[in-house]
């Protein structure tokens, strides 16, 4: 057995030429595979930012979600480039030299989410420029030269929800089609800082009311129009971010000239005489709907004409088409109605519906501004605050009779009296001319038979009230004394009495 110890002791030795497994390695940890040079890659990550990049590198990691090739000085990109990456989600190539993209450029990025080409110098966008990029949900095109945007560039971005191209050369846009967008998704509209001189009232005003909340125009030579400026004051009105954030930087050209440019929502002659004549028929009102919690509610989209396609967005910004929301509480019927079974207080909002068809203009909407509430308690049958405030005034009136109230004829006989006998003397008499300090009167059976049977015998506690007496007073009551009469009271002084012993103690008689 003396072999075993001599085993552990050769298993705890580290072999030749291998170093501790806990030793620290040597030099920079091995780059992964396909990074390329001077770029950064970590998990999903790959940043190749200011480099001073010319081309894109040909060698890229295929695990890569995440491109930032910004702030380098790229001129052009050639087709099938994104082919290695099928993971892309988001790729950055803002503050670059690239004057034109191309057609098939993003014919391999069909996950991609996120497109920014911020600071270029892009002066057309073609038709076929963003093709591939189904799923792509923000594109930043602002700062660059855009003074030209096909008609249908946006028509394959059906997922694209926010579109900035603040900052270029835009002379117009067609708000008819938005250029092949689709207002389902739709939440961001950045135009400002162009030089739009022409937009059609009658378009923005068919726009849904999620779209005007997010559509930027100001910082743009607008015509000083009084259908535009009342438009525009009315969403100042309601409240839409695009315009109360922005309301100094919205101005007008009153002459066509640059510098006679004025602000929209100041007091100027200019756009004085508009309060005169309201523009009228410009947005529809929205139709106000109450609905109670637990009720069904059921909304139908009035268009002009037979819908081809008719789809919902709801308070909470959710694509609504058949058969439901992904809750299950809301579901769009066959005819394009909208029905709720039990209405929550999550419905309350503003409800959009979106028609399209051959013969509907192509953002026709009709809007339902729905508010829940819940349903009215019934009132009590029995009132138990009235019938607590009744016995309290009850009580009161009870008290005010006992104390008020003159005494019944029935008390009158239990003493054998006459009533008068109860009645106050008019003029005060000896015993209040004392001025007593305090007594108590208290009645006492009779004691013995040959007296006169009375209640009338009681202790009284005086204070002395001459000096003649010595500062003692005695108080002497005659046995047959009358409490109706306390006229013939008797008293009685001596500085030796022995009835009384002090000035505070009782007199007995």
Do not use: K, Y
């Given at each position: 057995m003396a072999w075993r110890p001599l085993l552990a002791a050769l298993l705890c030795v580290p072999s030749a030429g291998r170093g501790a497994p806990d030793s620290p390695a040597e030099g920079p940890p091995p780059a992964p595979r396909n990074c390329p040079l001077k770029c950064v890659c970590a998990a999903d990550l790959l940043s190749c930012a200011g480099l001073g990049l010319r081309e894109v590198p040909a060698a890229l990691p295929a695990s890569a979600a995440d491109l930032d090739l910004s702030h380098n000085a790229l001129r052009r990109l050639r087709p099938g480039w994104l082919a290695p990456l099928p993971r892309l989600r988001v790729l950055r190539l803002g503050h670059n030299e690239l004057g034109a993209l191309g057609r098939g450029l993003?014919?391999?990025?069909?996950?991609?989410?996120?497109?920014?080409?911020?600071?270029?110098?892009?002066?057309?966008?073609?038709?076929h420029d963003l093709d591939g990029l189904g799923a792509l949900e923000k594109l930043l095109l602002f700062n660059n030269r855009l003074a030209h945007l096909d008609e249908h560039a946006f028509h394959g971005l059906g997922a694209l929800s926010h579109l900035y191209l603040g900052c270029n050369e835009l002379e117009a846009f067609s708000f008819d089609h938005l250029h092949g967008l689709g207002t389902a998704h739709l939440r961001t509209l950045d135009l400002s800082s162009n030089r739009l001189g022409h937009i059609p009232v009658p378009e923005l005003a068919a726009l849904p009311s999620f779209l005007k909340n997010g559509l930027y125009l100001h910082d743009n030579p607008l015509p000083c129009d009084c259908r535009l400026y009342h438009l525009l004051k009315?969403?100042?009105?309601?409240?839409?971010?695009?315009v109360c954030d922005f309301v100094r930087e919205y101005t007008c050209l009153a002459f066509k000239v640059p510098a006679s440019r004025v602000r929209f929502f100041e007091h100027s002659h200019i756009l004085g005489n508009c309060s005169a004549a309201p523009a009228r028929g410009l947005e529809p009102p929205e139709e106000q709907l109450h609905a109670q919690v637990g009720r069904s509610l059921r909304l139908h989209c009035n268009a002009s004409a037979p819908a081809l396609r008719v789809a919902w967005v709801s308070p909470q910004q959710e694509l609504l088409v058949a058969p439901s929301s992904q809750d299950g509480s809301i579901?769009?019927?066959?005819?394009?109605?909208?029905?709720?079974?039990?209405?929550?207080?999550?419905?309350?909002?503003?409800?959009?519906?979106?028609?399209?068809?051959?013969?509907?203009?192509h953002h026709q909407t009709h809007e339902y501004n729905v508010s829940v509430h819940f349903p009215h308690p019934e009132p009590e049958a029995f009132n138990t605050g009235f019938t607590t405030l009744l016995g309290c005034a009850v009580g009161l009136v009870l008290v005010l009779l006992y104390l008020f109230a003159p005494p019944c004829r029935g008390c009158c006989r239990c003493c054998h009296r006459p009533c008068r006998c109860r009645r106050w003397p008019r003029a005060p008499s000896p015993l209040q001319e004392l001025s007593a300090q305090s007594s108590v009167l208290s009645t006492t059976p009779p004691d013995a038979p040959s007296r006169k049977a009375s209640v009338h015998k009681h202790v009284v506690f005086l204070e002395p009230g001459r000096r003649g007496l010595n500062g003692r007073v005695q108080l002497a009551v005659a046995e047959d004394f009358d409490l109706c009469?306390?006229?013939?009271?008797?008293?009685?002084?001596?500085?030796e009495s022995t009835s009384?012993?002090?000035?505070?103690?009782p007199a007995m008689t």
């Open positions: 993003f014919a391999n990025a069909s996950g991609l989410r996120q497109l920014d080409l911020s600071s270029n110098a892009l002066r057309v966008l073609g038709r009315r969403w100042h009105q309601r409240g839409l971010g695009a579901a769009v019927l066959a005819d394009g109605s909208l029905a709720i079974e039990a209405v929550q207080p999550r419905h309350a909002g503003v409800f959009v519906c979106l028609a399209t068809g051959p013969r509907l203009h009469n306390p006229g013939g009271l008797r008293l009685q002084a001596s500085s009384s012993t002090g000035s505070e103690g």
